[in-house]
């Protein structure tokens, strides 16, 4: 099986699950690569389009939420459907010289795509739409998907609402790398990195996408009267890494508002004028020990290391955090997705949300190892460990060369399946088999029937059914009429069903020994 991974650069949680995929799928031998669509079409546009997220998502989050609220209705998301296939077909030589059994995409750009592909009859295999946040939205949702890869079973509900068939949306979970699943050993890990293990742990997930002024949060953590450690993941971004290293290594107490704003007024100020201020650097009596880690590709170690993570609710992250069973404490949520996720969190017990009081609620965390412990049971109860095991039997069934069906079917279906492209199998049935499969057709068609959730759907199977018995019943040489004047006759003896009555039991008067 060949598989082709596409997704897009703007906010890495998208890239991150595509990447999951791909190591899973290739450790099943089975071909896969992932790319990014936006950057292959145009690495300008990409670039464009990335810098405008982190731009209007990070500064203008009113903005972004505007933004976020607006694409989630029919019209504006026609809109941006309408720019996407304009953008599709420079996609397609990419899908011809690749000619994968079957597309999955962790992107709603990527999606809408692929989907206007197919519905042009450009593209012909199957669509799979892995879906990175918590809660959905219209972007996501695309009419030629043969799959969604959901978070969770209640987004489901939400997105019948947005006409998808639940029948094709699956709540596997936002696939993350295997080894978030691994339970290091926590002891070792806190004592290679010189913290105590006796200690509550608490991971700071900052840097590239992570938190916004971290040293705000982390002045925050110093002050709070309770004893602990922090790790500090900062990602590649230097100057905060230098920043809170050499702050972390000094022992300094966090500055005074007073004297910062002092400082900053100072240096405006002719120095021969300045006020002549002593100041000493003073170590605080319960700084808090404190890991600066630089770009790592081993946070799960981290996170299975620690007690609690405070990080930004993003889908990717969350979904980690979750593997390995982590409490969340969650800061600076992006307007729009990144709140939905939050709020899904904390309504499942897995999450706290950081306002104004948030040291007194980290304090109160820490204090309350029980409170911790059933979020963390929670955290692990949402077991989505199988996440990409699902995703790879559910591909290898949507890219089968052959289906087995063994039924009787309509007359005209294997012309049907020849217009496709397709190659039909059939034999012609002696009247013994005829007269068991037609039976059999009844029970399949009686079972559709009830299976039915709209008026349509109800009409089509209902005719299916008749279809069915008529077929039976002149196979048996009964006509019409006959079958006609049973049913009146019983109706006379027996009623109908109009009064729709539900028989429960029958209590005998002379039951028999």
């Given at each position: 099986m060949k598989i082709i991974i596409l997704s897009a650069s703007t906010g890495g949680g998208h890239m991150s699950a595509a990447n999951a995929i791909k190591e899973y799928f290739e450790s099943k031998n089975c071909s896969a690569a992932v790319i990014d669509a936006i950057e292959y079409i145009s690495p300008l546009l990409n670039k464009t389009l990335t810098e405008v997220y982190e731009y209007i998502a990070m500064k203008q989050p009113k903005l972004w939420k505007m933004m976020y609220k607006t694409s989630n209705t029919k019209a504006v998301n026609k809109l941006v459907s309408g720019i996407n296939s304009v953008m599709s077909k420079k996609l397609l030589p990419l899908i011809e010289k690749e000619k994968p059994d079957a597309i999955i995409s962790t992107h709603p750009f990527t999606t809408e795509m692929v989907s206007n592909l197919k519905s042009n009859n450009l593209v012909n295999v199957p669509l799979i739409c892995v879906m990175t946040d918590y809660a959905p939205h219209r972007t996501w949702m695309s009419p030629e998907v043969d799959a969604y890869i959901v978070a969770n079973s209640g987004m489901i509900s939400s997105m019948a609402d947005m006409d998808v068939d639940p029948k094709i949306i699956h709540p596997f979970g936002i696939p993350v790398d295997d080894s978030f699943y691994s339970k290091t050993d926590k002891k070792k890990v806190l004592e290679e990195l010189s913290l105590d293990p006796n200690l509550p742990t608490i991971l700071v997930m900052a840097g590239n996408g992570g938190l916004a002024?971290?040293?705000?949060?982390?002045?925050?953590?110093?002050?709070?009267?309770?004893?602990?450690?922090?790790?500090?993941?900062?990602?590649?971004?230097?100057?905060?890494?230098?920043?809170?290293?050499?702050?972390?290594?000094?022992?300094?107490?966090?500055?005074?508002?007073?004297?910062?704003?002092?400082?900053?007024?100072?240096?405006?100020?002719?120095?021969?004028?300045?006020?002549?201020?002593?100041?000493?650097?003073?170590?605080?009596?319960?700084?808090?020990?404190?890991?600066?880690?630089?770009?790592?590709?081993?946070?799960?170690?981290?996170?299975?290391?620690?007690?609690?993570?405070?990080?930004?609710?993003?889908?990717?992250?969350?979904?980690?955090?979750?593997?390995?069973?982590?409490?969340?404490?969650?800061?600076?949520?992006?307007?729009?997705?990144?709140?939905?996720?939050?709020?899904?969190?904390?309504?499942?017990?897995?999450?706290?949300?950081?306002?104004?009081?948030?040291?007194?609620?980290?304090?109160?965390?820490?204090?309350?190892?029980?409170?911790?412990?059933?979020?963390?049971?929670?955290?692990?109860?949402?077991?989505?460990?199988?996440?990409?095991?699902?995703?790879?039997?559910?591909?290898?069934?949507?890219?089968?060369?052959?289906?087995?069906?063994?039924?009787?079917?309509?007359?005209?279906?294997?012309?049907?399946?020849?217009?496709?492209?397709?190659?039909?199998?059939?034999?012609?049935?002696?009247?013994?088999?005829?007269?068991?499969?037609?039976?059999?057709?009844?029970?399949?068609?009686?079972?559709?029937?009830?299976?039915?959730?709209?008026?349509?759907?109800?009409?089509?199977?209902?005719?299916?059914?008749?279809?069915?018995?008529?077929?039976?019943?002149?196979?048996?040489?009964?006509?019409?009429?006959?079958?006609?004047?049973?049913?009146?006759?019983?109706?006379?003896?027996r009623g109908g069903f109009d009064s729709k009555i539900f028989l429960k039991k029958v209590i005998f008067s002379n039951p028999k020994e």
């Open positions: 002024n971290v040293d705000k949060v982390y002045r925050k953590l110093q002050a709070i009267d309770f004893d602990f450690q922090i790790i500090i993941i900062t990602g590649k971004n230097q100057k905060l890494y230098n920043r809170i290293k050499a702050l972390a290594e000094t022992g300094e107490q966090p500055k005074n508002k007073m004297k910062v704003m002092y400082s900053r007024i100072s240096k405006r100020v002719p120095r021969n004028l300045r006020f002549r201020v002593r100041r000493k650097n003073q170590p605080a009596g319960n700084f808090k020990k404190t890991k600066v880690i630089y770009y790592t590709k081993e946070v799960e170690k981290y996170m299975n290391a620690s007690d609690l993570i405070i990080t930004k609710p993003g889908g990717l992250t969350v979904s980690e955090a979750l593997a390995c069973g982590l409490p969340m404490a969650l800061f600076s949520a992006i307007p729009g997705q990144e709140e939905e996720n939050a709020n899904f969190l904390v309504s499942n017990n897995m999450a706290v949300k950081l306002g104004k009081n948030a040291a007194e609620t980290i304090k109160n965390l820490l204090k309350n190892p029980n409170r911790l412990q059933n979020m963390k049971s929670s955290c692990e109860q949402f077991d989505k460990s199988d996440s990409l095991k699902n995703i790879f039997e559910l591909t290898h069934k949507l890219t089968a060369k052959e289906k087995y069906y063994g039924k009787l079917v309509r007359d005209k279906i294997p012309e049907i399946i020849k217009s496709q492209g397709n190659t039909p199998e059939t034999e012609t049935l002696t009247p013994e088999l005829y007269a068991k499969y037609l039976k059999l057709k009844v029970a399949e068609e009686a079972k559709e029937v009830s299976e039915t959730a709209t008026h349509a759907e109800e009409v089509e199977e209902i005719a299916d059914l008749l279809e069915a018995v008529y077929a039976l019943a002149k196979n048996a040489n009964i006509s019409p009429d006959e079958i006609e004047k049973a049913r009146a006759e019983k109706l006379e003896r």
